[in-house]
């Protein structure tokens, strides 16, 4: 496989972003670079269901050389400082909501030393500090509507960790404008043929009415659900996730602000009901809300009601969405000279935002093996690429079932979620020990990890995980520096809401930012 010419088969963020990417690293603009082609329906819209990203996304686009301020303003987009989770412990009762927050910010480790232990003690002991806001400021900013950073601080940089939320139409269109002006060629026509070379087994070109025969030395396929490449021609089985996660239905509508100048959550609000949640995600004019449910637990009619109660009088005359999906992945996401990228490699809720961090994993992994000279190297390059996509895929599975599990609500759904033959072996061996010690950076293999070990203490802790420590309580002799460290997090907390802007104060300046 002498040749230096990528095919992109599908629009949207998948193959908008890996375009753009493979552009800019691949040197699609000069004589010696990459020749990159993306072909798209134009009949076939953006899915769009999340709308959010995972800090990662900051790093992409410096690389893409954008400014932020480009971005945010033509994406619509918003800052995410993380994620708060209501009603996930258990259900409200006399008002009382249960809920916790999984902030980007990385716990405070004083010294390399872990809090987790110390804060434990502290809780069980009677201490109502929550675990996010004893290790890290962010909750407070968050708390106060805050935005992460402020007009000042250098692009896709600032006092807190954060990410974005954003319109996915516009933010195809702006990934399409960056991948254009980085070189690459599109098309627009509908792929009705994949001709594969009859001894080989590789894609040799793609067809499309609009505009005839396209060849090419490596196709990524980015069709979404219809995997036309990696599915319908070249046949990888698809193995679905379903026993561990239950939903598959989602309801999605957009729902206009009270008044224009109403707060923007920097967050993405995440509330459980009787079987699912509804995602709550702030842009500048509307709130993107969905309800992802599970249809062996509720019907459509019901979750519809779910949703509107959630939303009151705000839907009025608006009409949801459904979307149908399948949980799971391909085990082999690369086979010969095709690599899937995005919903055609797997799909999982849009809880915690892990869709778009896969395509950026995938983009970067790709970027860095090609081009690939001969068949021997596309081979091995193609089996550790499925070694490390299946491994990522595989610990999201455990790690969104850790949401789940925890539950103390008592509805079939969340008593199905917490039944431990739902639970994947490998989440069960973690949580069977973390009962008796904390979290630990040997619990992962960090090149198969998309979420770092803090994030699973957010969660863990936030839904009071029961861990029983007094047998091991002497190792931990250092409760007294660690209360004053959680006493020096707070004041710095309190300092920081001096400093950073309003959420919508900060979103608006970098739209009128030239």
């Given at each position: 496989?002498?040749?230096?010419?990528?095919?992109?088969?599908?629009?949207?963020?998948?193959?908008?972003?890996?375009?753009?990417?493979?552009?800019?690293q691949?040197g699609?603009n000069?004589?010696?670079?990459?020749?990159?082609?993306?072909?798209?329906?134009?009949?076939?819209?953006t899915i769009?269901?999340?709308?959010?990203t995972?800090?990662?996304?900051?790093?992409?686009?410096?690389?893409l050389?954008?400014?932020e301020?480009?971005f945010?303003?033509e994406?619509?987009a918003?800052?995410?400082?993380?994620?708060?989770?209501?009603?996930?412990?258990?259900?409200?009762?006399?008002?009382?909501?249960?809920?916790?927050?999984?902030?980007?910010n990385?716990?405070?480790?004083?010294?390399?030393r872990?809090?987790?232990?110390?804060?434990l003690l502290d809780?069980?002991?009677?201490?109502?500090?929550?675990?996010?806001?004893?290790?890290?400021?962010?909750?407070?900013?968050?708390?106060?509507g805050?935005?992460?950073?402020?007009?000042?601080?250098?692009?896709?940089?600032?006092p807190?960790?954060?990410?974005?939320?954003f319109?996915?139409?516009?933010?195809?269109?702006?990934?399409?404008?960056?991948?254009?002006?980085?070189?690459?060629?599109?098309?627009?026509?509908?792929?009705?043929?994949?001709?594969?070379?009859p001894?080989?087994?590789?894609?040799?070109s793609?067809?499309?009415?609009?505009?005839?025969?396209?060849?090419?030395?490596?196709f990524?396929?980015?069709?979404?659900f219809?995997?036309?490449?990696i599915?319908?021609?070249?046949?990888?089985?698809?193995?679905?996730?379903?026993?561990?996660l239950?939903?598959?239905?989602?309801?999605?509508?957009?729902?206009?602000?009270?008044?224009?100048?109403?707060?923007i959550?920097?967050?993405?609000?995440?509330?459980?009901?009787?079987?699912?949640?509804?995602?709550?995600?702030?842009?500048?004019?509307?709130?993107?809300?969905?309800?992802v449910?599970?249809?062996?637990h509720?019907?459509?009619?019901?979750?519809?009601?779910?949703l509107?109660?959630?939303?009151?009088?705000?839907?009025?005359?608006?009409?949801?969405?459904?979307?149908?999906?399948?949980?799971?992945?391909?085990?082999?996401?690369?086979i010969?000279?095709?690599?899937?990228?995005?919903?055609?490699?797997?799909?999982?809720e849009?809880?915690?935002?892990?869709?778009?961090?896969?395509i950026?994993a995938?983009?970067?992994?790709?970027?860095?093996?090609?081009?690939?000279?001969?068949?021997?190297?596309?081979?091995a390059?193609?089996?550790n690429?499925?070694?490390?996509?299946?491994?990522?895929?595989?610990?999201?599975?455990?790690?969104?079932?850790?949401?789940?599990?925890?539950?103390?609500?008592?509805?079939?759904y969340?008593?199905?979620?917490?039944?431990?033959?739902?639970w994947?072996?490998?989440?069960?061996?973690?949580l069977?020990?973390?009962?008796?010690?904390?979290?630990?950076?040997?619990?992962f293999?960090?090149?198969?990890?998309?979420?770092l070990?803090?994030?699973?203490?957010?969660?863990?802790?936030?839904?009071?995980?029961?861990?029983?420590?007094?047998?091991?309580?002497?190792?931990?002799?250092?409760?007294?520096?660690?209360?004053?460290?959680?006493a020096?997090?707070?004041?710095a907390?309190?300092e920081?809401?001096?400093?950073?802007?309003?959420?919508?104060?900060?979103?608006?300046?970098?739209?009128?930012?030239?």
């Amino acid at each position: 496989m002498a040749g230096n010419r990528i095919v992109i088969v599908g629009g949207g963020t998948a193959g908008w972003l890996t375009a753009a990417y493979l552009a800019k690293q691949l040197g699609a603009n000069r004589p010696d670079g990459a020749r990159i082609t993306l072909i798209e329906s134009p009949e076939i819209g953006t899915i769009g269901v999340g709308e959010g990203t995972f800090p990662t996304i900051r790093s992409t686009l410096a690389t893409l050389g954008v400014s932020e301020a480009r971005f945010l303003r033509e994406s619509s987009a918003t800052f995410k400082q993380g994620v708060r989770f209501v009603d996930w412990e258990r259900r409200s009762a006399n008002g009382k909501s249960s809920e916790y927050f999984h902030p980007f910010n990385l716990p405070l480790r004083p010294d390399g030393r872990d809090l987790s232990p110390y804060w434990l003690l502290d809780h069980q002991a009677g201490s109502p500090l929550a675990f996010a806001d004893a290790v890290t400021t962010q909750g407070k900013v968050i708390e106060a509507g805050l935005a992460p950073k402020r007009l000042e601080d250098p692009d896709f940089g600032g006092p807190m960790n954060y990410a974005y939320h954003f319109d996915a139409a516009r933010f195809a269109a702006f990934l399409r404008g960056v991948a254009v002006e980085l070189g690459i060629t599109h098309l627009q026509g509908k792929v009705e043929q994949v001709t594969l070379d009859p001894e080989t087994g590789d894609v040799v070109s793609v067809s499309a009415p609009e505009v005839g025969v396209v060849e090419g030395d490596l196709f990524v396929d980015c069709s979404g659900f219809k995997a036309l490449l990696i599915g319908e021609a070249l046949g990888a089985p698809f193995k679905r996730c379903d026993d561990v996660l239950f939903n598959d239905r989602a309801l999605a509508i957009q729902v206009p602000y009270e008044t224009p100048d109403a707060p923007i959550n920097p967050y993405t609000l995440a509330t459980a009901h009787e079987a699912g949640w509804t995602w709550d995600i702030g842009l500048d004019s509307r709130r993107g809300v969905g309800y992802v449910f599970s249809s062996r637990h509720s019907d459509e009619a019901r979750a519809e009601e779910v949703l509107r109660g959630y939303l009151g009088r705000v839907a009025d005359g608006l009409t949801p969405r459904l979307l149908k999906f399948q949980t799971g992945y391909r085990e082999r996401q690369w086979i010969g000279n095709c690599v899937a990228v995005g919903l055609s490699a797997g799909f999982f809720e849009p809880l915690e935002s892990t869709g778009i961090m896969l395509i950026e994993a995938a983009a970067v992994m790709i970027a860095e093996v090609f081009p690939l000279r001969d068949r021997a190297a596309r081979d091995a390059a193609a089996r550790n690429f499925n070694h490390l996509m299946a491994g990522r895929f595989e610990r999201i599975v455990a790690f969104l079932k850790l949401h789940y599990c925890l539950t103390r609500r008592d509805e079939a759904y969340w008593r199905d979620n917490a039944d431990p033959a739902s639970w994947p072996q490998s989440l069960r061996d973690l949580l069977a020990q973390w009962e008796h010690r904390p979290v630990s950076r040997f619990d992962f293999l960090v090149d198969l990890e998309t979420f770092l070990p803090a994030s699973y203490q957010y969660i863990l802790y936030g839904m009071n995980a029961a861990t029983d420590f007094a047998p091991v309580e002497g190792r931990y002799p250092d409760m007294a520096q660690a209360r004053q460290t959680f006493a020096k997090v707070g004041a710095a907390a309190s300092e920081a809401l001096k400093h950073l802007p309003p959420h919508r104060t900060l979103v608006e300046a970098y739209y009128r930012r030239a």
